[in-house]
């Protein structure tokens, strides 16, 4: 049951408590007890919107950052990614396995903007070895959703 609903709502949070009790054949209140409980076990750690920013006049700057850092003693990488994840430009930090350890995703206003984050905040942290940064130039599939969808060619076949 569990299963089936994180798979309802990863596709579409908008989903009611009713939808989804019409769509397993349940009660509405087994539906909100089962959410209830999986998000006071951080299964279910919050909601959000999947936005294509590229479509809105705001100008904003994605980078992925390679990071390699030294484990701590007792600690591993986790209070490093702890220390990372806490700063607001952060979106996201991932444990990697391959060349280096860290992977950090953060949002920016511009590349000047990504690029003094990672020289004065990232790149100074003791157990930061080194960094690689990849700036995002375009999105076409995010979250398992199409950015853009493909335009039908609405032409008329003109034909002898």
């Known amino acids: 049951m569990r299963d089936t609903i994180l798979r309802l709502i990863d596709k579409n949070s908008k989903l009611s408590i009713s939808d989804i009790a019409d769509m397993l054949g349940v009660s509405e209140e087994m ?3 089962e959410i209830a409980a999986m998000e006071a076990d951080n299964i279910i750690c919050g ?3 999947l936005i294509n920013w590229d479509k809105v ?3 904003m700057v994605t980078a992925l ?3 390699k850092v030294t484990p701590q003693r007792g600690q591993g990488f986790d209070k490093i990614a702890e220390r990372i994840y806490k700063f ?3 979106e996201a930090v991932y444990l990697m396995s391959g060349g280096y350890d860290l992977t950090v995703m953060i949002k920016g206003k511009s590349m000047k903007e ?3 984050f990672v020289s004065s905040k990232l790149a100074t942290m003791d157990s930061v070895l080194s960094t690689v940064t990849h700036f995002l130039l375009k999105k076409y599939k995010e979250h398992g959703i199409a950015l ?3 335009k039908e060619d609405e032409r008329m076949l003109i034909t002898p």
């Open 31 to 33: 539906i909100a007890n």
């Open 47 to 49: 909601y959000t919107t």
């Open 57 to 59: 006049d705001k100008e």
């Open 65 to 67: 950052i390679e990071v």
């Open 88 to 90: 607001d430009q952060v």
């Open 114 to 116: 990504v690029a003094h």
């Open 148 to 150: 853009e969808h493909e």
